[in-house]
């Protein structure tokens, strides 16, 4: 289990039994990190002879014994495992079967990215060199029911250009060449997420000029990561979100209904003024609903 400790740079295919104790381990980083809750999230790693180790359903991620695993064939039939498989399985197989190139699929709930996932919030690029070289654009797909074949259909459009999706309302999926390279994904996503609302809360990111990109990509390009950017000069101007459909949440943004003194649950600040104006709106209400509770409480005396 040597290759759980190095780089992805070292991965190789593993045998089955390194294969169920990396997942163990992985499962065990995920839930120390906080990205998966109970019995959340799930890990898939394809074997050489095709077949597929999955995480079984209701079991807590850094709890997991090897023979905990199930495997399945790539339609999703399970062929051994004294437990059962999960339901989220559908989303890892449409990977799995889009993209011969990748070993291994982790979905879990980081909650800085998942942030950006419930709020249907596009992911800024062109920020952070560390997450443009060795992440680059995260797109976000629309909401299905988890556990159908409708969220796992929303990856289709995503696949060929992208190793990393924040699904709505939901959480984030990895794609690697192995375990610890999906994993790794999870790591920059969820610390680049972090770093972008931290930041907000002193300003707008800088966001780098389109030169100091281009070099950037050069760099990528020098590694041998693929990005679409390198092929696409509309999607490499940093003025181009990275993808996040209009329709993510079914026509409306996500929250509860507005009550009386309340601004909107469904607008979003998209400016600086906008913002400072959002943020008064909701202070004037805070401090008339705190002013009403004090009055309930001298009347009450």
């Given at each position: 289990m040597s290759a759980v400790y190095g780089t992805p740079l070292d991965e190789a295919p593993l045998a089955e039994w390194d294969a169920r104790e990396q997942m163990c381990e992985i499962g065990r980083r995920l839930w120390e990190r906080q990205y998966v809750e109970a019995n959340g999230g799930n890990l898939t790693y394809r074997l050489s002879d095709g077949r597929i180790l999955a995480t079984p359903t209701m079991i807590g991620k850094g709890f997991m014994k090897p023979e905990d695993m199930v495997v399945l064939d790539l339609e999703g039939r399970q062929l051994q495992g004294r437990r059962r498989k999960t339901s989220e399985i559908l989303v890892h197989l449409q990977i799995l079967r889009g993209r011969s190139d990748?070993?291994?699929?982790?979905?879990?709930?980081?909650?800085h990215a998942t942030a950006f996932a419930i709020t249907g919030r596009a992911v800024p690029k062109c920020i952070h060199p560390e997450q443009e070289v060795f992440l680059g654009e995260v797109p976000i797909t629309p909401y299905e029911t988890p556990g159908t074949q409708k969220v796992a259909d929303t990856l289709t459009p995503y696949l060929r250009d992208f190793n990393v999706f924040l699904l709505a309302s939901h959480g984030a999926v990895a794609a690697g060449r192995g375990l610890l390279d999906a994993y790794w994904k999870i790591e920059i996503i969820e610390s680049y997420c972090r770093l972008i609302i931290l930041s907000r809360a002193l300003g707008e990111p800088t966001v780098l000029s389109q030169q100091h990109m281009a070099e950037l990509l050069q760099i990528k390009k020098n590694l041998g990561i693929p990005d679409r950017r390198l092929q696409d000069a509309a999607a490499a101007s940093c003025a181009a979100p990275a993808p996040a459909p209009e329709n993510a949440f079914g026509g409306r943004r996500p929250g509860p209904p507005a009550s009386e003194g309340q601004p909107?649950?469904?607008?979003?600040?998209?400016s600086p003024a906008e913002e400072a104006e959002l943020v008064r709106r909701v202070t004037e209400a805070v401090l008339r609903r705190l002013k009403t509770s004090a009055g309930s409480l001298k009347g009450g005396r």
């Open positions: 990748v070993r291994a699929v982790i979905h879990c709930h980081p909650p909107e649950a469904a607008e979003f600040a998209s």
